[in-house]
């Protein structure tokens, strides 16, 4: 995998060596949805189910990060500050501490810049991937289509977040060996 600029990058937690790595997009994965560009916190609504993964994962050693595409920013309808502070009150909500990711990437292009960095482009995860010392255990979990493309195009393994086995799965794949 190649190392490709990406829009924005911001570390917050020192990450686990060897451990593998799970990588969730935002909104509609994470979050609900909403107005299609949530950066408001009133707007925040995490998804059902997603604390009680958390739960879960805090429990296994594991990296955890985050690639969104926030195109908000490229139209200017919030800043890189707005999102931060979403993503904080996020972190907030799903766990009730900041920094809980290790990694947090986003593209904040607009479709038609034709940027390398915006899903289904694999910009973003090739970055983790290298930031994360090629860790040979990957996935991503997506609601899109763009997600799933994102996956398959940087050798991630895929999980849908409308998976009604989710959490179960995710943990089968956590205890593999592949």
């Known amino acids: 995998m190649t190392s490709t600029n990406i829009s924005y990058a911001r570390s917050f937690a020192p990450h686990l060596m060897g451990a593998p790595l799970i990588v969730f997009d935002r909104d509609g994965t994470l979050t609900e949805n909403g107005s299609g560009h949530p950066h408001q916190i009133s707007e925040l609504v995490v998804r059902p189910g997603i604390k009680e993964l958390f739960l879960l994962l805090r429990q296994k050693n594991v990296n955890l990060a985050i690639a969104t595409n926030q195109s908000g920013v490229g139209r200017h309808i919030y800043d ?4 931060e502070q979403f993503n904080s009150a996020l972190t907030r ?6 920094n809980y990711f290790q990694l947090i990437t986003a593209c904040f292009h607009v479709p038609e810049d034709k940027c390398k960095c915006r899903k289904p ?3 973003q995860l090739e970055y983790m991937y290298n930031y994360f010392k090629y860790p040979s255990k990957r996935i991503f979990i997506g609601d899109s289509s763009t997600d799933r493309q994102a996956a398959e195009r940087a050798d991630f393994e895929w999980l849908s977040v409308f998976d009604a086995n989710l959490v179960s799965t995710l943990s089968f794949w956590l205890e593999s060996d592949t």
């Open 80 to 83: 890189a500050f707005t999102f």
């Open 93 to 98: 909500e799903i766990l009730g501490k900041l």
């Open 121 to 123: 482009e694999p910009a």
